[in-house]
């Protein structure tokens, strides 16, 4: 396979939380269950499931991931937006300033969160010595083509590097409807000139 194609994983609408929001939704010294370890090393879809109450609408059964982060984090696609009556940014995963205010229920409680709701940005994930053979840096932009019957170019994605990240590219649902793709789909990395 050519060093500039890159595997697709599609990311469907879910959540990253901290252990005190856990703790809030599901009870006192809660822990995430795994329900399916997830490409990234140590990144896993857990057995939990929260709703997500917007101004317009609920949206029930969103997928918690873990292991628990330092700040609580929900992923959505535009199309979610439309229905929870939301207008969030799209962000690199992280970047919390100036993202959405949302409130989270659980079985045994709820939060709102100040921020953090985010449209995720389009990324792809490499080692460094992936970046280093495809001549690109951790935060530079490529551009990536899909094939088939509705080919598509993806401009401003985003490449991480990191020692223990899994060759892959993530788009959210949305976008992976538009070029009819699906996890293990194949693209091809363009570099920006």
């Not at 194609?5 to 809030?24: I, K, N, W």
């Not at 140590?42 to 628990?68: D, H, S």
């Not at 939060?111 to 280093?132: D, N, Q, S, Y």
């Amino acid at each position: 396979m050519s060093k500039n194609v890159v595997p697709v994983g599609v990311s469907s609408r879910h959540l990253h939380v901290t252990q005190d929001d856990l703790e809030a939704l599901f009870g006192k010294g809660y822990e995430l269950a795994v329900k399916k370890d997830l490409s990234q090393k140590g990144q896993f879809a857990a057995e939990e499931t929260v709703t997500l109450v917007g101004p317009k609408a609920a949206m029930a059964n969103v997928r918690i991931l873990g292991p628990c982060r330092k700040r609580t984090q929900v992923e959505v696609s535009r199309t979610d937006c439309f229905q929870l009556g939301l207008n969030p940014p799209v962000k690199d995963s992280g970047d919390l300033d100036g993202s959405e205010s949302i409130k989270i229920v659980g079985p045994k409680g709820e939060v709102t969160i100040p921020a953090g709701v985010i449209l995720a940005k389009r990324h792809i994930h490499m080692t460094p010595e992936e970046a280093e053979q495809l001549g690109v840096g951790d935060r530079d932009i490529v551009m990536v083509q899909t094939t088939g019957e509705r080919a598509l170019i993806f401009d401003e994605v985003l490449v991480r590097v990191h020692p223990t990240f899994t060759w892959e590219m993530h788009i959210d649902t949305d976008e992976a409807n538009a070029a009819s793709l699906r996890n293990g789909s194949l693209v091809t990395i363009i570099k920006k000139s």
